[in-house]
């Protein structure tokens, strides 16, 4: 599977932006999918999961209240709803597959997760 993620860009803080990502290859309809950020000179962090129904999703705490994660299997794409952005917000963001269907796993380590995509840079100024 190939992973693009989109949506990314410059905006002050407390906007909104929607990180798309688009999956081709194979349907994700069956997988897991999640989101990751890698801010300058940080480790890559977990954001959100979502489970392959869409039923099942997961934010990270401090995120919590602001993000939603949420997918359309129909057009094989999953989607971040960024709110409410902070200038610590500011990192590449990628988006990432499970190779394993109908499992989830440890969601917010990255070893959990086998296909990736580029990134999509997302920066708030302040």
């Known amino acids: 599977v190939q992973l693009q993620a989109s949506g990314g860009g410059l905006v002050q803080a407390g906007a909104s932006l929607r990180l798309s990502c688009a999956a081709s290859?194979?349907?994700?309809?069956?997988?897991?999918m999640a989101w990751f950020r890698q801010a300058p000179g940080k480790e890559r962090e977990f954001v959100a999961a979502?489970?392959?129904?869409?039923?099942?999703?997961y934010v990270a705490g401090s995120m919590y209240g602001r993000f939603t994660i949420s997918r359309d299997n129909e057009r094989n794409t999953v989607t971040l709803q960024m709110n409410s952005l902070k200038p610590e917000d500011t990192a590449v963001y990628y988006c990432?597959?499970?190779?394993?269907?109908?499992?989830?796993?440890?969601?917010?380590?990255?070893?959990?997760?086998?296909?990736w995509g580029q990134g999509t840079l997302v920066t708030v100024s302040s």
């Open positions: 990432a597959s499970r190779g394993v269907t109908f499992t989830m796993g440890t969601y917010d380590s990255s070893a959990n997760w086998d296909f």
């Open positions: 290859g194979r349907t994700i309809s069956q997988y897991g």
């Open positions: 979502i489970g392959w129904s869409g039923a099942d999703t």
